[in-house]
């Protein structure tokens, strides 16, 4: 069961490292949705299914999905990828890249020398995570609705369109009008 | 059943988030950096469920929940301004969008 582990490990990162490197925006996209699998899968080795279902159909599902549909409707051609190889050049990445990497070693390093501690193998289900979701975390329960609703407000405002003239000439219409 | 190591699922997260961070700091194209902080967020979530695993409460599943309402709401506003921009700009370059005109 280890083994099931560590191979989701190597696939997440994998899928991400492919993910940051690629040039085609579906492409990374698809990258995106694997690496989501493999946490699902990660998620269930930690002993929490519910999370994993959830992992699967709100992100692998949910977001990328939303996320293909706005590249489709910005209807991008073969000059973006071009674009995207041009942006992407060594002198670009080479700077972060190296300075977060060895921050990553200095956690690494801080994670594995510290006491390791006693794993507790339980299973967590939904049950449990419902009862604590709707007993001393009810408040929070209610915040997210709030977040959510104040999110579809805000798409809503953000998505409307100006309103479509069909002619040059019915441009300043209005104007006229009132001159009239 | 038999779970996994924590403090391997804590690296996991770690590298995940770095993965993230360096994304975000060498992409230029706006999609991109929404993606990159997607895979940030999801790596904190990984970080809140291995702690959870390792005291054997629920509240680290719960704290995740809160995490994926929070990326769905951030990742609909956050396409809304992209097409916003890209309606505007004509482009997805993130650098087009530094003149604040009212």
Known sequence: MQATFYIASAVAIFATVMVITRYNMIHALLYLVISFLAIAIVFFMLGAPFVAALEVIVYAGAIVVLIIFVIMMLNLKEEAVEQERIWFSRNTWIGPGILSIILLGELVYILVTSASPEVSHQVIDAKDVGQSLYGPYIIGVELCGLLLMSGIVGAYHLGRQKKKVVHRFLENAEEWKQQL | ?102
């Open chain 2, 1 to 102: 059943m038999e779970t996994a190591a924590v403090e391997y699922g804590l690296v996991l997260a770690g590298t995940l988030f770095v993965l993230g961070l360096i994304s975000v700091l060498i992409r230029r194209n706006i999609i991109f950096m929404l993606i990159s902080v997607e895979i940030m967020l999801n790596a904190a979530g990984l970080a809140f469920i291995a702690a959870g695993a390792r005291w054997g409460q629920a509240d680290g599943q719960v704290m995740f929940i809160f995490i994926i309402t929070m990326a769905a709401a951030e990742v609909s506003v956050g396409l809304a301004l992209i097409l916003q921009i890209y309606h505007q700009l004509k482009t997805l370059d993130s650098d087009a969008a530094d003149k604040m005109k009212g």
